[in-house]
């Protein structure tokens, strides 16, 4: 598992992106259609995008490789009430 972690506008963003290309995998964000943008300006073409929304009505059987943009922000849509004040990860 690729995990990115740092402070803002320290290029995560681009570095997840070129990982999902490099990999194949959907990059799921916010918002597709800026991202794809942002990508294109960064030079990264053929990227596949998905909504965090889109990713919650459709993940399940899903066999694609993904990555997530701000996963925060997504636990924060499957539960708005929940307050997230820790979590861990393991790398299998």
């Keep these: 598992m ?10 995560k963003t681009r570095q997840l992106m070129q990982y ?3 990999n194949n995998a959907i990059f799921v964000c916010s918002n597709p259609y800026s991202m794809m943008q942002k990508a294109e300006s ?4 053929g ?3 998905m909504s965090y929304s889109e990713f919650l009505t459709h993940s399940r059987g899903m066999t694609d ?3 997530i943009d701000e996963i925060e922000m997504l636990l924060r849509l499957i539960n708005p009430s929940m307050q997230l ?3 861990n990860l393991s790398e299998e």
Excluded at 3 to 8: F, H, M, P, T, V
Excluded at 42 to 45: K, L, N, S, T
């Design 20 to 22: 999902a290309k490099d």
């Design 2 to 11: 690729f995990r990115l972690i740092g402070d803002r506008c320290t290029g």
């Design 47 to 49: 990227l596949r995008f």
């Design 42 to 45: 960064y030079g990264i073409v």
């Design 85 to 87: 004040i820790g979590y």
């Design 65 to 67: 490789s993904i990555v």
